[in-house]
């Protein structure tokens, strides 16, 4: 097919950037020998043609072409074949790792012409797929059973469950695994080491007690794999661990100190988070996977530790961790704190919705309490921590907050000796909880209602 390949037929069509005059060439240069090229062209083309998960009337068009690359022992198959996967329609596995102010693609759902025309293309190439489960190379052999299980087609399981009867390679059993279990279904087979914690993690919800020792085992893994050699869940078993923990182990006590214990064993061998979050544009990318920048480096190098710690905020918080209604200390339990503690202990940020303190500082101050914004003040019929007050009103349209924060600090002068409105003025502008540095501009209103309020109270020496 890439002999009668025809330039003009993709300058008719189009990608993420307009006509897609490149993908004959990236096309082409996928089949050529050299794996480093030829992944380069697989992510140009998926930049255009498949970008952040939408697609394109240049997407269809190139899936014949990929499908027959597919089919040939060319050094990048196993890339060809992760990219179909990602293509097919399937949701994917979903994240762990709290990533504050990194940038997160949430395409639409795939009913649109480009769309739904794609997902046909690639469902039409599933001969091709279940051939390359008898690829010389094993990494193809994976991502082939990867591919077939995101295509949901229940005349695959057969095949999967003969390939893993004869595949030798202990990663590529892995995802044979993994990609039985789409089905349920859970093949009895003598395994040792890593892939024998894989499947007692998959049928943790029969043997509770197996299932709970391998997952802590997978938990302390040092580094993933590489996604060419277990496609499922891009290579990161602590990923997988964390996430089975959560979704068929939460009812279990036991649960918890499995994650904690996990986390505090890579905290003692060395591992740290080693780039605090920063707020601003710097922190933001298109594609995580593909950063590799000196910004992100350390930033991904911390996953592990974020996504255990985001395990143990769903064992521990449950819904309420996705409640953006801001925390108040008396609401908390043991297990709550401790996780909290992560944040000022070992500075790992713990996705809490109404815990917006992402720094030690603000955190350990918000466990602790006592400060000005910590005071209590009757407001619009409740009695409340004036930075619970503060944070919904900076989340606020900017027209919509100036009055109400005018209102707001006219009621504290009132009530308040000047002293104490002073030191509450104070507090809010040295950054205390971070509200001006974490809400930028939206702190505005607030500035400007102590400069017209507190200001004037011309407190001697503050």
Known sequence: MLETLEDSIFAALEDAYGPAVDTPARLRAIAGDSL??????????????????????????????????????????????LLLAGMCGAAAEPELAYQPYLFQATPGAPTYPEAVSTIAAVRAGRDTYVAALEAEDASARACAAHLLARLGDDSAIAWLEAALARESDPLARITFHFALARWGRRVETRESGLVADVVATLAIATDRPRGLAAIRRLLVLERPLERQHMPAFDGDL?????????????????????????????????????????IGAARLCDDPDATRSRDFVDYFADVPLRT??????????????????????????????????????????VPVAGAPWIEPATMARFLAGGGPLDAEIEWQ??????????????????????????????????????????????????????????????????????????????????
């Open 381 to 462: 019929g409740e009695t409340q921590p004036l930075f619970a007050i503060l944070v919904p009103l900076m989340h606020r349209e900017l027209e919509d907050a100036a009055p109400v924060a005018d209102q707001l600090f006219a009621a504290i002068v009132e009530r308040w000796t000047p002293e104490r409105a002073t030191e509450l003025a104070i507090d809010i502008l040295d950054d205390g909880y971070g509200l001006m540095a974490y809400y930028g501009q939206l702190a505005a209103p607030i500035a400007l209602a102590i400069e017209r309020h507190v200001h004037p109270l011309g407190v001697r020496g503050q």
């Open 308 to 349: 255990i710690a985001g395990a143990m905020t769903s064992l521990a918080f449950g819904e309420r961790a996705r409640d953006p209604q801001l925390l108040r200390r008396e609401q908390l339990d043991e297990r709550m704190r401790r996780v909290l503690a992560l944040t000022c202990d070992h500075a790992i940020p």
């Open 238 to 278: 602590v990923r997988f661990a964390a996430g089975s923990l959560v979704e068929h182990a939460s009812d279990d006590p036991h649960a918890f100190e499995v994650a904690e214990q996990a986390l505090h064993e890579r905290l003692a061998r060395g591992e740290a988070i080693r780039e605090l979050p920063v």
């Open 36 to 81: 480093e090229r030829a992944r380069a062209a697989i992510e140009e083309l998926a930049a255009g043609i498949f970008h952040q998960g939408s697609y394109y009337s240049a997407s269809a068009a190139a899936v014949p072409f990929l499908i027959e690359l597919a089919a040939s022992p060319i050094v990048a198959r196993a890339d060809v074949l």
